[in-house]
């Protein structure tokens, strides 16, 4: 009996995976737009994150649909808009925290922990969403540093710490379109060690010369490279690019 309970179990294992591959291929082949839902929460549990959150609107996020946009067309996609994002409503519950030390195993067990908490935090939005963003906004006169954010491109879910203040909204966008991102498959282009950019994948313009200062930041580069040993963070949105790599791990180029 316990013999075929663990086939059962392992071929219902095995369907999800094949079902998830078939589906990040669909998605990547870019015959339709993809609906992004983002979801925030208050970190803190802070009264002015939460005030601040109360006046967040889609059109705070607009400017990264159009980014998206603007960057397709640098690359010739068939859509116009290959990015819709829908704001859902506050989710109260802060998702799991990945491990610390990123064993195997211990990774394995917090993505499962996330996608069931993903499946039971999603809010109905307007479309059924294909990727599901939960911004943790968090109040920056009591948080200086922010933890790393993270995104799985199983399931199509990410956990993303931002400043929850209207000084912080343009950052935020870069932030957040950087781990849309990783939800299509796109990796990090820096060096984890000291965050400086990768050369050439993580610059803006490989071939700039000379090549320093550049002048924007490839989006999953993180920076704009100043000079060999220094980096900034972009203003906004509209001083990155996605890099032809990137746009080769998500289906922009072929």
Do not use: C
């Amino acid at each position: 009996m316990w013999r075929k309970f663990r086939i059962i179990i392992l071929l219902l294992i095995l369907a999800t995976v094949v079902q998830e591959v078939l589906l990040d291929k669909a998605d990547l082949a870019w015959k339709h737009n993809l609906y992004v839902a983002v979801y925030p929460v208050n970190a803190d549990a802070s009264e002015e994150v939460g005030a601040y959150l109360r006046t967040l609107s889609r059109d705070d996020f607009e400017p990264m649909a159009e980014y998206f946009a603007e960057e397709a067309a640098s690359y010739r996609l068939a859509l116009r808009r290959p990015i819709e994002v829908q704001l859902g409503a506050i989710v109260s519950e802060l998702p799991p925290e990945p491990p610390k030390n990123g064993g195997i195993l211990s990774t394995m067990l917090w993505s499962l922990k996330f996608r069931l908490f993903a499946w039971q935090n999603s809010p109905k939005v307007n479309i059924k969403p294909d990727i599901r963003l939960y911004l943790l906004y968090h109040d920056p006169e009591h948080n200086p540093v922010l933890g790393h954010s993270t995104a799985l491109n199983k399931g199509r879910i990410g956990r993303v710490n931002l400043y929850g203040a209207p000084a912080y909204a343009k950052k935020n966008l870069v932030v957040t379109a950087h781990e849309l991102l990783h939800t299509l498959n796109a990796t990090d282009k820096y060096d984890l060690h000291n965050n400086l950019p990768s050369y050439p994948d993580g610059y803006a313009e490989p071939d700039k010369i000379p090549l320093h200062p550049q002048n924007f930041a490839e989006l999953m580069g993180g920076r704009v490279p100043k000079s060999e040993a220094e980096a900034e963070i972009p203003k906004s949105l509209k001083h990155t690019l996605i890099g032809e790599k990137s746009a080769r791990e998500i289906g922009w180029l072929r």
